[in-house]
Structure formats: structure tokens, C-alpha cells
């Protein structure tokens, strides 16, 4: 399997996370739309167990980049799709840094200002942005 979606579910926890990594790890494509979390443990799992993961999708789901660390070193994403997740400038700071093959990112309807744009400026690799509403 190359995709999986997930749509309207709950919080996404660390166990569903790694048990996502465990019996998918051949996963390019993962969906969690409208979930109501995402901690920053289970991004971690995920970026760090889904080697081959391009497409990342947190579409409505909240997540708290504020308390994240570093995890540019497992992170292979190169389309990242954030709209209405409540981004901040802090979040586009973090993620600036920490999604060194991001490609393309979609982070409309948020909260950030043109300040936290300026943050995916540095990003080298990012080639399509749509801040679009």
C-alpha cells in the first residue's frame, strides 16, 4: 500500500502511530484529515518510521509545532498540505528547519502574518508555496 487516509478521527496517538509505521512502512502518501490532534511525539514516530513518506496531509488537524523539536533529520516529505491547521509564525519556522526536502506546501486559512512567511524564504528546496485562503 502507497496511501492511506484517514478521515474526521481522533486524536492521533503515539501507539496509532506506530502502528501505522509497523505495518505500513512502505507508506508514501499518509491523509489525517480533520483529526483532532497530532502530537509532536507522533510526528516524530511517523517522520522517523515511514522512510519513503513524500506526502504528508494534516488538513484541519491541530498541531502544536511550538513544542516540537528537531526532526529534520528523519523527515523525507516533499509535499506537505497544513491548511487550516492553525499555523502560526512559530509553526512556519519549525517547519522551515525541519522539512529539508520540502517541495511543496500548502498552508492556507491559518493564523500566521507575513513575518512567519518570511521564515520559508530559507527553505532551499521549497519550489511551490500557496498561502492562498
Excluded at 512559530?90 to 518570511?118: C, D, H, M, Q, Y
Aim: proline share 2%; net charge neutral.
Amino acid at each position: 500500500m502507497k496511501s492511506l487516509g484517514f478521515h474526521s478521527c481522533p486524536t492521533i496517538s503515539d501507539e496509532t502511530a506506530q502502528v501505522i509505521c509497523d505495518t505500513m512502512p512502505q507508506l508514501q502518501r499518509l491523509y489525517l484529515i480533520r483529526a483532532q490532534s497530532i502530537s509532536y511525539r507522533s510526528l516524530y514516530i511517523i517522520a522517523s518510521g515511514l522512510k519513503l513518506l513524500k506526502v504528508l496531509s494534516l488538513c484541519g488537524t491541530v498541531v502544536d509545532f511550538s513544542a516540537c523539536g528537531d526532526i529534520s533529520t528523519c523527515m523525507s516529505v516533499t509535499e506537505l498540505l497544513l491548511m487550516n491547521c492553525q499555523l502560526d509564525d512559530v509553526s512556519l519556522s519549525f517547519i522551515a528547519k525541519n522539512f529539508p526536502n520540502l517541495e511543496t506546501l500548502f498552508i492556507g486559512n491559518n493564523r500566521f502574518t507575513w513575518r512567519g512567511v518570511k521564515y520559508l524564504m530559507n527553505a532551499k528546496t521549497l519550489v511551490d508555496l500557496d498561502i492562498g485562503l
